[in-house]
């Protein structure tokens, strides 16, 4: 009899190691369970901040590139090819900001609808530049001259002047 409860009271102490062993990694799983989600989600934020800078910044050297191309001592040829790499990296830039904006604070989603605006205005005067300098009735060399400059300053330092500012919303994020 005394063996019996000997072995009794033996498997009934493993089972409750077993047990407390399972309870406590339950109650670990539904504790930290939300943190863990929490952490994955701010991960996945920061990998989205740091691909849309790359995004932003890619797009404003295409288009530095492309006002460079364009200036009136190149040949439009040049400034066309330019012009169609700066659309696509512009596109692809404005698409992938907007499918992520759920990842963005409210002023990052400002600062990139700003960018967005300068990058919009800044193409729609190259366009009517080049649209003056392509059409004889329209030529305008003062127009056009003004247009340059515009886009040149917009290229080198009011669209550079936002990405900064939204640089300092990034790095805010990142805790830098």
């Known amino acids: 009899m005394i063996e019996f409860i000997f072995n009794f009271s033996s498997a009934f102490i493993d ?10 990694a339950v109650i670990g799983y539904f504790f930290f369970k939300p943190q863990l989600k929490f952490q994955s989600l701010h991960q996945k934020r920061l990998e989205i901040i740091g691909i849309a800078y790359e995004k932003i910044k890619v797009a404003n050297r295409a288009y530095l590139s492309f006002v460079l191309a364009s200036s009136p001592q190149k040949t439009s040829k040049e400034a066309d ?10 596109n692809e830039m404005i698409i992938f900001l907007d499918l992520k904006r759920l990842f963005f604070t409210n002023k990052e989603k ?62 805010k994020a990142l805790g830098i």
């Open 110 to 171: 400002d600062y990139i609808d700003l960018i967005i605006k300068a990058f919009s205005e800044t193409w729609a005067e190259s366009e009517e530049r080049r649209i003056i300098a392509n059409t004889p009735t329209l030529a305008d060399p003062k127009r056009q001259t003004e247009l340059f400059l515009k886009n040149w300053d917009d290229a080198n330092k009011k669209i550079p002047e936002l990405i900064k500012s939204f640089e300092q919303t990034f790095k």
């Open 15 to 24: 089972n409750i190691e077993k047990i407390s062993i399972i309870i406590v």
């Open 81 to 90: 090819e330019k012009g169609k790499e700066f659309v696509i990296k512009i």
